[in-house]
Every structure is written in C-alpha cells, then in structure tokens.
DNA sequence: CTGAATTAGTGGCATATACCACTTTCATGA
DNA sequence: TCATGAAAGTGGTATATGCCACTAATTCAG
C-alpha cells in the first residue's frame, strides 16, 4: 500500500490551506504584535491605504470578503480611530472608508515590522518560491466556484 | 514605474494567503454545506478520524491549532453527537477524542460531498498544480518561526 | 409620479482562532 | 513525603468571518 498519511498533512486543499494559514498567521501576528495590530488588521488598513476612498463594498470585494463580515472586522479599527467611514456625495446608500491620520501613521509604523516578517519568510522559502505561491494563491482566490446548483436558469 | 498593483492583490504573503482561504473556505463550505457541516468541521472530523483516539494536545498540533481553540471548535461537534471525549486511562490531565458512531455515519456522507467539491477545484487548477500548493503550503505550515526576539538567552 | 425590484449596509447569531489566567494532575528533587 | 514546577485542559475575552433578516436609498417599469 502506499505509505501512511504523515501525520497533520492532508489532501484536502481547504483543509491544507487553513492550515497554513493558522501557522502563517501567528507569525505575522507575533512580528506586528508591538504595534498593536494583527497581521489582518494590517492588511487591511493596508487595502484601504492603497485604495481611493473605496466604498465598503469595493473594498470586501477587493478582499473577497463577505461585507458584513468586513463591517464587523472594521469596527476595533474605528474604535481605536485608525479608520473613519463617511457617506457618499452621490448615493447615500454608499458609505466609504478610509484611513485617519491617526491610521496612516500605524500603517507606517506597522509596515516596518511587516517588512521584517516578510523578509524573514522569504529568506525561509526564497523569494521566487514565495512569489510563485502568491500568484497560485491569487489564482485560486479568482477562482469562478459558480456552483451549478442544476440546470443553468435558461 | 511598475504597472499598479492590480486591485486586490497584495505582496504580503500572509494577506494573500487569507484571501485565498476565505475564497477557498467559501467554495468547501458551500459544497459541504447539504451535510450541515462546516469545511474546517470536515477537516476536523477527518483529522480525528484518521487519528488514534488522539489527546487534544496531540491533536491540536497536527493541525497547527492552538488548543484552546481546537477545544472551542470542538464544542459544536460534541453538542451535536459526532464527537466524543474521554479521559485517558493512565493520565487524567490528557484527554482524548474520537468519533461517534454517528460522527463516523456524518463523516462518510461528508466525505462523498467534499469529493465533488475536491475534484471540481482540481478540475479548474489541475491535479499535479493542486498537489504542489499543498506541498508548498505543508511545507509553509511546517517552517520554524521560532523568533529569535533578541539574543538567545544563553 | 408611484409601487416593485435592486443595491448597500447593519445587526444578530454562530463558528473559527488566539492569548491569558486558572485549575488539576503529574513528575521531581530534597 | 512534600513542596515545586511542568504539562494538559478550560473559560473568558477579543478578533475574524459567514449567513440571514431587515432597513434605507435608488432605480425602473407603467
């Protein structure tokens, strides 16, 4: 037969994936620790950094995130007044998002210490591994899972 | 300059890995979702299942998870009769865990729809490219972050 | 122009995860 | 044997995320 599953390693992708993750995270998140945020927090003053004002919906999009789940994640950074929402000029159902002055300081502060994490990963898998990996996880975050639940609706 | 960063995409590696996985995670979830569990659920069930009645610590760090955590995600699966714990015999501080009779029924009927879902994602990827990102992505779990925070203590 | 359908967010609820402070058991050395 | 320290879990608290039901604003057909 063939050899037994090394232990903790699966075939699942998702399964495998969230593993990674979990391990990642925790890295990143001890690297930023001193500035407070964690590793999702900055990515995400991060998105909102490079973004223009993005409405909240742009921006969970961007971040193929559920947009309630993008409020609710927004809130700490509110709270602590490194974000502020404000309405749209021309649609008032919009609300957009962007960073306080406040916030584009600890993204700077933060990044230094985002580099050094990034750094110390890529000197662990080489930097042409880690970019391989990011284009084939961006390519599988844009994955189309359109489930064809049945027959396409004529 | 270089081509703007398309939106979106992000160099932080640990960034594009959650995006990846809440995309992913999103897809399993929806494929699983007619057997009511949830894909790291799925996961979970599985990891115990192909285990040995495993201590929760064991367990824990098979799937890189913090234990407090592994105990927390086990509740619902406890309170919902798929899984079950007990003392160990000869070290009353280790619990272990294995499947119910019912959670090992849950899990085979799981198992058929994650199949679907496994083999439609390597339909859009490709088997041999599927079996390099969890290669890379182990390999990623795997990797000692150990920080060294200062000077080793001597 | 008015009522139906659509769009953008919010709030509630549930799971996923982490860290920290305990509590309970063991293991160890004096 | 007994005090100490290490090991394994539990519970609390906080963030991360998703889905659903609902509200507010817009858009659009008639």
């Not at 890295?27 to 223009?52: C, E, N, R, W």
């Not at 969970?60 to 700490?76: F, N, R, V, W, Y």
Request: charged letters at 25%; glycine letters at 8%; aromatic letters at 6%.
């Amino acid at each position: 037969m063939t050899k037994a599953q090394p232990p903790g390693f699966s075939l699942c992708n998702n399964a495998t994936l969230r593993r990674a993750g979990r391990s990642l995270g925790r890295f990143y998140d001890d690297m930023l620790a001193p500035s407070g945020l964690k590793g999702t927090q900055f990515g995400l003053l991060f998105q909102i950094h490079v973004s223009s004002e993005p409405a909240m919906g742009i921006l969970a999009e961007a971040l193929i995130m559920d947009l309630s789940a993008l409020g609710h994640t927004l809130k700490p950074l509110i709270r602590d007044g490194y974000v502020e929402t404000f309405a749209d000029a021309n649609d008032r159902r919009v609300k957009r998002v962007r960073l306080t002055p406040q916030g584009e300081i600890k993204l700077e502060e933060a990044i230094k210490l985002w580099s050094i994490a990034q750094q110390r990963f890529e000197a662990m898998v080489g930097q042409q591994r880690a970019a391989d990996l990011r284009v084939m996880l961006d390519e599988v975050a844009e994955l189309d899972f359109e489930t064809p639940t049945a027959a396409p609706s004529v």
